[in-house]
Every structure is written in structure tokens, then in C-alpha cells.
């Protein structure tokens, strides 16, 4: 099983990065945040905590930037209902830690504004999963409101950024955005920040 993937970028996008490690091509499934992370780093070479997953088939690489983010993944699939292409859609919508808090206060409001996911299917993952993402929570170091939301903010203007869009435009409709949508999944701030910039053209 391939559990960590050092090489360089060939091609990366918001789904999907292709990763040449050792002569050989690597395609791995990220999540925003990690796609977000990796093209704010602006390193060539980069290294992804990975998951294979196994396929009647054939075999899938499923890749984070942070040991967390992968074992969060390695969790919610084993919620019934939650494969890996629906768990890599939620860690898109809800950052690591904010998700751990979430599941750790039983927020299945919260929870619903991810797209994929349901009423019934929010009240599986908090029962299934509230006690498994204790440990998690303990790892966590204490982080404020206002580091927390100006992170949000790099991150989305970073994605922008990283599509072609001039920063100035970019912190402008982020801005916008996250005033709209102050609690929102990371993908509907993008979506509403890139209904924005459409608009600047």
C-alpha cells in the first residue's frame, strides 16, 4: 500500500494532482484544502500523506497535506454511506479541525451544508464518528476566531490567485464573499467569490 508520496507537480487541480515520484506518474484524488494548500506553498516538489483505496477494479490514491486530514478521511469512510469520493467532497467543504469540532459538538446543521450530505446521513456521522474523533480533538492546538477566519480568507484568495485572478480582484471578492457567506462550506465562498470576479471582467 502506497502510504506517503514525495515528487514533483506535474499537473495539479482542484480535484486531482498528477505527481511524478520517482519517474512515475502518480494521479491523486485531494480536497480543496489540500489542493488550496499545496499551490499556496509554491513548492515544485511536495510530499502527500496518501490513502489507497482498493476498487473491485483497480486501485485509487487518495493524497492530504497533513497527516490530520488523512486520518479524518481514513474515519469517515468507515461511516456507512461515506466512500472516499464523498468523504474527499466533505474535507473540500469543512476544513480538518473545524470538521473535528463540529462532529465533536454534534452540529448536524452544520453538517448538512455540505453538499452529498443529508439530514440522516449528518446524524450517522455524528454517532459514528463523535467518539473517534475525540483523540483528534486533543491533538489540536488552541487556535482563535480571527487567526482562523484570516486563514479562510488566504486560503480562498490564494485559489483564485492560483486560477489566474489578480490578488487586488481576488481579496476584493473574497471579501465579499465571506461577508455573504460568513459560515459556509469553503467551496460555496469560492463559488460565490468566482460569481464575483465574473462580474469584474
Not at 506535474?10 to 480543496?32: C, F, K, P, Q, T
Not at 489542493?35 to 510530499?47: F, N, R
Amino acid at each position: 500500500m502506497i502510504g506517503y508520496l514525495r515528487g514533483r507537480v506535474i499537473r495539479a487541480g482542484m480535484d486531482r494532482v498528477l505527481l511524478d515520484a520517482g519517474g512515475v506518474g502518480y494521479e491523486v484524488h485531494v480536497s480543496l484544502a489540500t489542493y488550496s494548500a499545496l499551490q499556496a506553498s509554491g513548492q515544485e516538489e511536495i510530499g502527500l500523506h496518501v490513502h489507497t483505496h482498493l476498487w473491485s477494479d483497480g486501485i485509487a490514491l487518495y493524497g492530504f497535506w497533513t497527516e490530520l486530514e488523512k486520518r479524518l478521511f481514513e474515519r469517515l469512510i468507515t461511516v456507512s454511506g461515506i466512500g472516499p469520493r464523498l468523504a474527499r467532497v466533505i474535507l473540500s467543504g469543512m476544513a480538518p479541525p473545524d470538521l473535528i469540532a463540529t462532529l465533536a459538538a454534534g452540529d448536524t446543521a452544520r453538517l448538512t451544508t455540505i453538499p452529498g450530505v443529508g439530514k440522516k446521513g449528518a446524524e450517522r456521522m455524528v454517532v459514528e464518528l463523535r467518539d473517534k474523533v475525540a483523540e483528534l480533538a486533543a491533538e489540536l492546538p488552541g487556535r482563535a476566531a480571527v487567526p482562523r477566519a484570516a486563514e479562510a480568507e488566504e486560503e480562498l484568495v490564494s485559489a483564485l490567485v492560483n486560477l489566474g485572478y489578480k490578488r487586488p480582484h481576488a481579496e476584493r471578492a473574497v471579501r465579499a464573499a465571506l461577508a455573504e457567506l460568513p459560515e459556509a462550506a469553503f467551496h460555496e465562498q469560492l463559488r460565490s467569490a468566482l460569481r464575483r470576479l465574473s462580474g469584474m471582467a
